[in-house]
């Protein structure tokens, strides 16, 4: 850095800085329900907090050791159902579940989930968050109705990300299904002011305005 620059004024808007640690980096990404299929045919939903898109490229963040990864790596095709605000309650309640039906009690020899973030084991992930199954155009795993933006993609990429903890998945869009709600009349455009995804913000659920709520994970003080 230029000296000069060193000792430059401070502009009155810029803020003042000062070096963290948080616990995650989780700074406002849109949530998404991954739909995918067990190895008995059945459906499986995860939600997933790390998600973006790059033209008809989804790229997606997921735990290494997740039923969702397991699913993909056996059959690489997904519905990436992205939910609005609404569903926040919903997501929530699929966040303390697995479908991973051999998922070991926790370490103090019990099963179940108190918000600690162990899952539970839960077959019928759509009933037990409320929500319906519609059948796909062009891949097995279903969408989910209630949510406004539902894509049908297959997995070109499924890696390790550099700490071997996480995987990262490159899907690419067959099929795109959108609420008439959110669409401009008579285009294939989504109508900005009519959709607001649901935000994962340092573990609370925003839509485009005042919090909604916050994940049972979160370790962020409160007012």
């Not at 609420?179 to 609370?204: I, K, M, Q």
């Amino acid at each position: 850095m230029r000296n000069d620059l060193l000792g430059a004024p401070s502009h009155p808007s810029r803020p003042s800085h000062r070096v963290i640690e948080p616990h995650v980096l989780y700074f406002g990404t849109p949530v998404v329900l991954l739909s995918t299929v067990n190895p008995d045919g059945s459906a499986n939903l995860a939600p997933v907090s790390s998600a973006w898109a790059l033209d008809r490229t989804v790229v997606l963040g997921l735990g290494g050791e997740g039923w969702t990864v397991r699913n993909l790596a056996a059959r690489p095709e997904l519905v990436v159902n992205v939910p609005g605000p609404g569903l926040w309650r919903e997501v929530e309640r699929l966040g303390a579940t697995t479908g991973c039906p051999d998922r070991p009690a926790r370490p103090d020899g019990t099963g179940g989930s108190d918000g600690t973030g162990w899952p539970v084991f839960v077959r019928d992930k759509f009933g037990h968050a409320g929500l319906t199954a519609l059948p796909s155009d062009t891949v097995v795993p279903p969408r989910v109705a209630e949510c406004p933006l539902q894509l049908e993609a297959e997995v070109v990429d499924l890696r390790a990300d550099v700490t071997g903890e996480f995987r990262v998945v490159q899907a690419r869009v067959r099929r795109v299904h959108a609420a008439e709600s959110v669409t401009v009349p008579g285009t294939d455009y989504v109508e900005p002011a009519a959709w607001s995804p649901l935000v994962y913000n340092f573990r609370h659920y925003f839509g485009l305005g005042p919090e909604l709520g916050h994940s049972a994970r979160s370790r962020t003080p409160r007012p």
